[in-house]
Every structure is written in C-alpha cells, then in structure tokens.
C-alpha cells in the first residue's frame, strides 16, 4: 500500500486572495441580503478574484522566462514554504470566522430595525454552499472555454460551431411558449386602492393589465372611464402612475384625496404585472408607453374644457411609475401640470418641474440605483460605502427591497408626507 499524504495547502497568495475576496463580500449593503443572494456575491468575487490572480501569475512568469536572473533568483523566501502556506490558510480562516459572526451580529441587529425577519441558523451553511456552487460553475466553464479554444486552435471550427449550436438549441427550448415568469407576477388584490370605492366620494378610474392589448389602449380606457365617471367635473385629477406591478400606493392617494377634500379624480392604468425592479432591469418600454398616453390623454380632455372649468392636473409615480412619469412630462407643456410627486424613484431621479416633491428612503437601493454610486457616495448612505463594490450590492439589494417595514427599503406608506405642490 502506498503512504497517504495530506494534499497540500493552497499557496499564501491564493489563500490571502480569496480571504479578501470573501471579506469584501461581508461589507454590509443597505438591506440584509438573503442568504442565497449573499453565497452569489461571495462566489462571484472569488471568481473575480482568481482571475486577476491568474492573470498576474501568467504575466508574471512570462515576464521571467524573458529575464534569466530574475528566473534564477525566484527561489522561496522560507525554506519552509508550505509551513508558510498552512499558517496562511489557518489564520485566514480564523479571521474570516470571526468576522462572520460579527456580520452575523449586525444583520440581525438591522433586521430587527428594519422590521424584517431574523436570519435563519442555516444563513452561512447556505449561503457558503452557492457560494461554492457559483465558483465550481465558473471554474468549469473557464475552463470548459480553454479546452473548447485549444481544441479550435487544433482541429479548426467544428466543435466550436457544435457547441453555438448547442447554445442555440437550449436557447429556443427556454424560449417555449411557457410563462417561465409565472412565478413572479403579481395579482391585484381585490381590496386594492384603485378597485374600491373612496370614503371621501373622490372619483377613481383603473384598467387592469388584462382589460388591453397594448398599454396604449389600457390609458386610453382609463382616460375614457375618468370622463365617463365625472372626472373633469371635480376639481383635480390626479394621474396615479403604478409600479411594474401595477401596485398603486393607497397612503399617497388617500392622502391627495384628503388634502383635496375629496373633489378630486384619482385615473391609472396597469401596464404590467411583473416586480417594478424586474421591469426596470429588463423591460422599461410598456411603463413609458402607457405613462406617456395616459398624462396626454388626460391633459387634451382637460384643455378641451373652457378654461375657467378646467381642473388642475397633478401627477404621481412611484417606482418605476415616477421614472416613466418623468419621461411622460418631458413630452407635455409643464405648465399643464400643476404639481408633481415622485415616491422611489430610481436613481432618485427628478424631472426639473418647478412644483416638485421627490421621496425616498435612505436604504431604499432602487433610489440609490444611479451609476454614479459607483464612485460617488451619497449624502444619506446610511451604511459602509465602497467604490463599485457598494454599487453592485445595491443591485443585488433589489430583490429584497419590499421585504422591510414601511419607512424603510422600497416601501413608502402614512409616515411620508404626501402632500401635493401648491399651484
């Protein structure tokens, strides 16, 4: 029988690279993240990681086979060198234990603060097992890409034509005629603001998703069910842009509706029925279709009237409702609205209306989802910031940005001062 020999440890440098790696990974972001979420960013800065590690050897030994000296004194600096490594790997592993149950400690405290649940015992046992997950996938595949080049290089084409072709087929299989986003999309509830009736007899007009074919033609049907119901009888609209749920806040509309006495008709239309942050990621263009339509609709009806019983024109959109609406109001004569709300915008984005009203929460990431974050730390950041690195886990916050109490994350409710601009 041949003798066991313990494996060897990774050498100093890969161990330091992926400790800082992993490290990074626990700087705290504006939201505790999920623990899938967490094990994806860990793996996904390992892999960063190792590959500047990799580069930076390559070039490195290129570097010496064209300096013989240099080659002949890379000799170790420890007769011991793997003594070194094992001391490498041992306190990287100590220190990154620590610092885990102190990351632990804070995101159980800003859970608690933020009113979400508390963090599961398995947190790190499944965030280290996708962590671990995402860099085998990532190894394999660089790998899989360096053979599949190789063998190019040697054999011509062929294989490479196989696996596009291979890529294109799965391709098409995933672009079947099931809805793979059926687990995403949101159902209206039957109590929802815009599909009850106002306790102050304000007027309220709203088009589902599945009432219209296009967005288009969902803002026109609510412009045609605002006039139908008296709308341009009261003495303001309110032109209420949803979220990409179709969500529309019942604080800010139960708000206008008091300050306005109740004269006043509140009209919006749903233009999808997928999260806001899914729809400002991947598909933008029904939120600006139906913005758009919706607000010039509205604003011909009111022009049509003389003008002594035109009614005042306001505009509200949270979300991704507030970033088409800015969109839509850039398209109008600004002094056809007489004020603006925005509650979440992305970005914190902000139209230039003289009467403008922006909210936003100071760990809410889609309103710090600006590129600009990237480099630049905003003024109400509320946690540890870190150039690029804060930017993306802002991104990564998204998922989790309804989870927290209202006041907090991407949830805006009664403690927000909603009150409309003054004309």
């Known amino acids: 029988m041949f003798p066991r020999t313990a494996p060897p440890p990774p050498r100093t440098a890969t161990t330091l690279t992926v400790g800082a790696a992993v490290a990074l990974s626990m700087v705290p972001s504006l939201l505790p993240r999920p623990a899938l979420v967490q094990g994806l960013l860990t793996g996904a800065l390992v892999l960063i990681a190792l590959g500047i590690l990799g580069v930076a050897r390559r070039v490195r030994v290129q570097g010496a086979r064209h300096d013989v000296a240099r080659r002949v004194r890379a000799t170790p600096e420890s007769a011991d060198p793997g003594r070194r490594d094992w001391t490498a790997l041992a306190g990287s592993t100590i220190a990154l234990a620590l610092l885990a149950w102190l990351t632990q400690a804070?995101?159980?405290?800003?859970?608690?603060?933020?009113?979400?649940?508390?963090l599961p015992t398995t947190y790190w046992l499944v965030a280290g097992v996708c962590a671990l997950a995402v860099l085998a996938g990532g190894l394999a595949v660089g790998v899989g890409g360096r053979r599949l080049a190789r063998v190019t290089r040697l054999r011509g084409p062929g294989p490479l034509a196989a696996a596009l072709l291979a890529g294109v087929t799965v391709t098409t299989a995933a672009s079947a005629p099931a809805d793979l986003l059926a687990p995403l999309r949101k159902t209206l509830d039957a109590d929802h603001v815009m599909l009850t009736s106002s306790p102050l007899g304000a007027s309220r007009s709203f088009v589902r998703v599945t009432e219209a074919a296009t967005p288009e033609e969902g803002a026109d049907l609510a412009v045609e069910r605002m006039?139908?119901?008296?709308?341009?009888?009261?003495g303001a609209i309110v032109v209420a842009l949803p979220t990409g749920s179709g969500w529309v806040n019942d604080a800010a509309v139960e708000a206008f509706e008091a300050q306005l006495g109740g004269d006043v008709a509140v009209v919006s239309a749903q233009y999808g029925d997928l999260p806001s942050w899914w729809s400002f990621l991947i598909d933008q263009e029904p939120a600006m279709r139906s913005a758009e339509t919706l607000l010039s609709g509205v604003i011909e009806e009111v022009d049509a009237l003389p003008e002594a019983e035109q009614p005042d024109v306001y505009l509200f959109g949270e979300s991704l409702g507030a970033l088409a609406g800015q969109e839509a109001l850039a398209g109008v004569d600004p002094q056809a609205v007489c004020g603006v709300v925005w509650s979440g915008a992305p970005g914190g984005a902000l139209s230039g209306h003289p009467r403008e009203r922006s909210l936003h929460n100071a760990d809410d990431p889609v309103a710090h989802l600006a590129v600009r974050t990237a480099w630049q730390r905003p003024q109400d950041w509320p946690t540890t910031w870190l150039p690029g690195l804060s930017y993306a886990t802002t991104a990564l916050d998204l998922p989790a940005s309804l989870d927290p109490g209202l006041g907090h994350g991407h949830r805006y409710g009664p403690e927000q001062d909603w009150s409309l601009p003054e004309c």
Do not use: N, S
């Open 227 to 234: 006039v139908a119901d008296g709308g341009l009888e009261r």
């Open 106 to 118: 804070h995101l159980t405290t800003q859970a608690a603060a933020l009113g979400m649940p508390a």
